[in-house]
């Protein structure tokens, strides 16, 4: 005879209870055994959806690209650790960044003559002006910086933003002007997450100056390039406009 308990719970009679609750053998202990295994398993489980997404997507402590989060800016560790300098100290992101900035300005002067000389429309050639202008003056910036901070600075291009180069040098007429905006609004899109992530978290004063002044010159070339029309992303000058020119002053 089943008993209903009081709240409607059911309750069962001792040696009547339900076929699910009593394991092989007929013995009702075994039932909360299964209960506790059944417990694990799901925090086992839970366990395994935490640590998987660490071990598919890690930071490597030591050399390569390095994100610091999912879809974070991805930079360079070059394994030398910090170090201590008169300045604050120095992180292999910090190291990086001065890299890069010179890195930038090597294919992006360059490409910016290039927009001065060929492009079709007053906006692409005063992009190019903007280009040659500001990247003059971060790699300055960044020779002295590495000068000061012991960080050795490529001399040339990688492989990938001479093909860039290459690629907006073999184009002609209406291509050119488009050519050039993407592919250099491209990469000023990804460094701008950078420059944003090292002005955040960097603890050296001569990297923090840097990082500074590239966040207003990169900011300004991203608007002079949308302001072609030709970069792939919508225009933000005043409609019918050109993009308003900074003078020699501004740009220091």
Known sequence: MRVRAAHGVRRWPAGSLPRWAVPDGGRPGAGRALGTWLVVAALAATLVALIVPVALFPGRAAGGARPVAAGAPVWDDDGAGVRDTPYGELTALDRDF???????????????????????????????????????????????????????????????????????????????????????????GKVFGLVALVRDRTGNAVVRDLATRANTVVLDHISVLEDTGRSGVPHTGAPGGAPARHNDEEMK
Do not use: Y
């Open 98 to 188: 001065v890299r890069k900035v010179r890195l930038a300005g090597l294919w992006e002067q360059p490409a910016g003559r290039l927009a001065q000389e060929r492009g079709t429309t007053e906006n692409v050639r005063t992009a190019g002006e903007h280009l040659v202008g500001g990247h003059t003056e971060l790699d300055r910036r960044s020779v002295e910086a590495a000068q000061v901070l012991d960080v050795p600075l490529p001399d040339r291009p990688t492989a990938q933003q001479q093909g860039w180069l290459d690629r907006i040098g073999a184009a002609q007429g209406s291509a050119f002007d488009r050519t050039f905006a993407e592919l250099v609004r491209a990469a000023h």
